[in-house]
């Protein structure tokens, strides 16, 4: 057999080979983006129903305002970045609830401060409730709008 008939050969073998393994590649790829595009989904829609169920239970007096605008505030980034922004009431109380101590900071707290930090988120609650309840509701109508803007999307 011909020297150039056995290198030609040899040449088609190692090309399809390379073919293929580049088509695998390229699969595998589609795969992942395909995994990483649902779990984005799911996160989003997580967090979509996250907001909303909050939202609806600040606005059903299920949740109190404080804990609800600090809740709003980490779930909000994922869904629209600065959102908290937009809601000036809500961003209000935030910055008044931000630093207050939780959980067993807070009980370490002598019982006085503890009672200090509670009138002051109380009334704060009380002087921004009508706003934070209307923006709770221009929020729930917000992140629907946009919300429906990226399933057209997708």
């Known amino acids: 057999m011909n020297w150039t008939i056995v290198l030609s050969l040899v040449a088609v073998v190692i090309i399809v080979g390379l073919v293929s393994y580049a088509t695998w590649l390229l699969l595998a790829l589609r795969r992942q983006k395909q995994k990483i595009a649902a779990a984005r989904q799911k996160r989003h829609d997580f967090t979509f129903d996250s907001v909303q169920i909050i939202a609806k239970a600040m606005l059903n007096d299920d949740c109190n305002l404080s804990e609800g605008v ?22 209000q109380l935030y910055q008044t609830v931000m630093e207050m101590p939780t959980h067993e900071a807070r009980r370490a707290l002598p019982k006085n401060q503890r009672m200090r930090l509670d009138l002051t988120r109380e009334s704060a609650e009380a002087e921004l409730e009508q706003k934070i309840k209307l923006e709770l509701r221009q929020l729930l109508s917000d992140i629907e709008i946009n919300n429906r803007k990226n399933n057209v999307r997708n």
């Not at 600090?70 to 809500?90: I, T, V």
């Open 70 to 91: 600090l809740r709003l505030n980490a779930l909000l980034p994922g869904l629209q970045p600065q959102a908290l922004d937009k809601y000036s009431a809500m961003q």
